[in-house]
């Protein structure tokens, strides 16, 4: 079993507070109910993933959150995150993941007196591109709504046939 250790947190190639606390998105397919015909019960139809978003908490005041602030043409916030475990876990030590899109929402935390060590602020990435890399070299997870991707172990599942056996061994013939 691997255990969390830790992560590192950039914001556009540059490294945040090492105190950082992350949520990744919530991985969600939405579905539709379909029947027809003779059907004796519905069967439910993936119609595409919900909103991703990603929320990181850093202590004090992170201004570089301000000139992100909403979706600006050509400024994008780019999150990327290093994940790292102990333990064995089929040799992956840490998960990288790439957050694209804009900060939606900064929330400050209230200005007490007590625990000024936690007070800091929460941001929330409302994501355009998600994907999750093992080591940073192995893909796992990418998705990019705008072009139409959901790929899981770098094979794009939105576009595969009802056939997948003759699909992934048209994929085998052509490599």
């Known amino acids: 079993m691997a255990i969390y250790r830790g992560c590192t947190l950039l914001l556009n190639g ?77 040799g992956v030590t840490y998960l990288e993941e790439q957050v694209e899109g804009f900060i939606s929402d900064i929330s400050s935390d209230e200005h007490g007196a007590d625990n000024r060590s936690d007070v800091g602020q929460v941001m929330t990435v409302a994501a355009s591109y998600y994907s999750v890399t093992a080591n940073g070299i192995i893909p796992l997870l990418e998705i990019n709504p705008l072009l139409g991707l959901r790929k899981i172990m770098g094979i794009n599942v939105l576009s595969l046939s009802d056939n997948v056996v003759s699909d992934i061994r048209s994929l085998i013939g052509e490599l």
Do not use: C, H, I, W
């Open 14 to 90: 540059f490294q945040l507070s090492d105190m950082v606390a992350y949520t990744p998105p919530a991985l969600r397919v939405t579905k539709k109910l379909f029947r027809a015909g003779n059907m004796n019960a519905p069967v439910p139809v993936d119609t595409g993933t919900e909103e991703l978003t990603a929320t990181y908490k850093v202590p004090g005041m992170d201004y570089s959150a301000f000139l992100l602030f909403g979706a600006v043409p050509g400024v994008k916030a780019r999150l990327t995150v290093r994940r790292a475990y102990r333990g064995v876990m089929d």
